[in-house]
């Protein structure tokens, strides 16, 4: 298995948004501000991961980000993982861990100190990043904003 950028059309809801979040979603990319990355194997994806570096105040509401939450990102220089997800047959077998390694990674690299994560109150993901090493920062009743310090 490789964890690498997708390449044109390896994420069906990004190739199915519309054009003009297709161009933003191009715009941050190139200037490394949003950072796709699939898990693939033989030709397949097994599993995706976005993450921004730095949320732009702009996209905050766009990508669930309550206001206290974002302030908290700001504050923590911290980049915000979204979109995680792992084909159902596939999961159990590592392929979140590696995605979300190859995440830290690069938020580390690119200057972060801490990598981020939305979880809703009800999300089984929440024993996932706890067993990763991430904690609860901050919640209501609709999200939690849960971190792994870098
Ligand atoms: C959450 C998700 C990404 C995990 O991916 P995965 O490939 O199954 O996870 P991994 O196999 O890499 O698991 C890594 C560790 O977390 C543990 N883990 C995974 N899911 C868990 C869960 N629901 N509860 C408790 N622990 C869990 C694993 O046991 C493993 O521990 P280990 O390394 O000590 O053995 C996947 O279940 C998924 O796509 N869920 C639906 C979408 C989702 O909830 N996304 C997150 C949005 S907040």
Redesign the pocket.
């Known amino acids: 298995m490789e964890i690498a950028a997708p390449e044109d059309g390896e994420l069906p809801g990004l190739a199915a948004a519309p054009a003009e979040r297709r161009r933003r979603a191009r715009e941050l990319i190139e200037c490394g501000a949003l950072v796709l990355r699939v898990a693939r194997r033989d030709g397949r994806v097994l599993?995706a991961c976005s993450m921004y570096v730095e949320v732009p105040a702009g996209l905050a509401n766009e990508v669930g980000c309550a206001p206290a939450s974002w302030r908290w990102l700001q504050a923590a220089h911290a980049a915000l993982l979204t979109n995680?997800?792992?084909a159902p047959p596939?999961?159990?077998?590592?392929?979140?861990?590696?995605l979300v390694s190859a995440l830290a990674v690069a938020a580390a690299a690119a200057g972060a100190r801490e990598l981020a994560?939305?979880?809703?109150t009800d999300?089984?993901?929440r024993?996932?990043y706890s067993?990763?090493g991430f904690r609860r920062r901050l919640g209501d009743a609709a999200a939690e904003l849960w971190s792994l310090p870098l």
């Open positions: 599993g995680l997800e792992v596939w999961r159990g077998r590592g392929i979140g861990r590696a994560a939305r979880v809703t999300a089984p993901a024993g996932f067993r990763l």
